[in-house]
């Protein structure tokens, strides 16, 4: 264990993977065959492309999370490192297996994909793998819910150091509504708002995770934008739709890191933001993961800061729809 640590702008733990990405054409039905036309190899995993979003915007990473002493554990690690996220406290345990996520994608369905993850031999991390030193030495913590427990011990941990505490989450997992009381973003998509509140509108849905503990919630709607609320008020910020989508995959991840980063740019108290800095700190982060699906892979879809902000000006005068 290192006894010094250099705090950052952001610290991530949660769920890494190595991403086995193919473009399939023409993309088969069940029974049959495609052809696989380009394919990758690269570092994915929500947090971990999240903070290389941040990175890339302007902002200082660390991640930590658990790789197996494997080939795909080094192309995770690998990835960080290129990323410039902080991979020092990474978890390597030969017992385990990397995570792999085999990803098809249909290039005529606007980058429409499928996503078979493979846990075979993986651990997540434990409570007591987490350094507790590390949630505490940051501005901003995010955490995905996986390995639940660890993530509730990181939330915890930086709750008592007034740290920021954003959780992404994919589904609705073990300890999650004590994660809400710990957390001032939750950011979900509309997929697991339904499972959370089946039948639910994206605001009622943020006004339940808002009743479950979060002081504020964001409802991702895919390229049509997001809804937001806090206690005191509530909207929605259009997205920005591609002519051109490629791929899909990191997109949401992407909208999390530059979320983090525009929230952390914002001189604003982070607990008495008001509507129109909501607006702004969504609509760039909706800009960001619309213009990720131009490329192949979260992680080189990442687009420049200047082409984000440029987008975001471009539409600035939308609202909400009618």
Known sequence: ??????SVDLFGFGHCCADYLMVLDPYPAKGCKGDVVESLVIGGGPVPT????????GLSARFAGKVGADADGEVVIRGLREAGVDDTY??????????????????KDHGARTVALDLIR???????E??????????ALLVDGRASEACLKALSLARKKDVITILDTGAVRPCFKEMLQLTDFAIVSYELALAYLPGGSPLEVAEKLISDGAEYAVVTFG???AYWMSKNSAGFAPGFPQPLVVDTTGAGDIFHGAFIYKLLENSQNVHTLSSENMNGIIRFANAAAALSTRKLSGRLSIPDLKEALDLT????DENEPE
């Open 130 to 139: 987490l350094d507790d030193r590390l949630p505490a030495l940051c501005r």
């Open 313 to 316: 000006a471009e539409h600035s």
């Open 1 to 6: 264990m290192n006894s010094i640590i250099t």
């Open 50 to 57: 999240a903070c290389a979003a941040a990175v890339k915007f």
């Open 90 to 107: 990474m978890l390597i345990e030969p017992a385990v297996k990397t995570a792999r996520a085999c990803i098809w994608i249909d290039p």
């Open 122 to 128: 993986f651990q997540q991390p434990s409570a007591d």
């Open 223 to 225: 390229e049509s934008g």
